[in-house]
C-alpha cells in the first residue's frame, strides 16, 4: 500500500508540473490558442484525477484514523 501511495503522489506531482508549465507558455509556432488551451485542460484534469487517487488511497491506508480526514486544500501543500 505504501508503494502505491508513494507512486500515486509522485504522479500528481508530475502532473501538477505539467499544469504549471502550460500555464506559463505561449502559443508555440504553427499552435493555435485553442490548441493550448486544450492541452491545459486535459492536464488540468489529469492532475485532478491523480490527486483523487491521493486521497483515496491516503483515506485508505489511514483507515484506522476514522474522525481524521484528508487535508482539505492540497493545491497549497506544494
Given at each position: 500500500m505504501h508503494s502505491d501511495l508513494a507512486?500515486?503522489?509522485?504522479m500528481w506531482e508530475q502532473h501538477k508540473?505539467?499544469?504549471?508549465?502550460?500555464?506559463?507558455?505561449?502559443?508555440q509556432q504553427g499552435e493555435s490558442p485553442?490548441?493550448?488551451?486544450?492541452?491545459?485542460?486535459?492536464?488540468r484534469l489529469r492532475s485532478y484525477i491523480a490527486?483523487?487517487?491521493?486521497?483515496?488511497?491516503?483515506q485508505s491506508y489511514h483507515a484506522h484514523q476514522a474522525?481524521?480526514?484528508a487535508?482539505?486544500?492540497?493545491?497549497?501543500?506544494g
Open positions: 507512486r500515486a503522489r509522485q508540473e505539467v499544469v504549471q508549465r502550460l500555464e506559463n507558455n505561449e502559443p485553442q490548441q493550448l488551451e486544450a492541452a491545459l485542460h486535459t492536464a490527486l483523487g487517487r491521493v486521497i483515496a488511497l491516503e474522525g481524521e480526514g487535508p482539505i486544500n492540497y493545491w497549497q501543500q
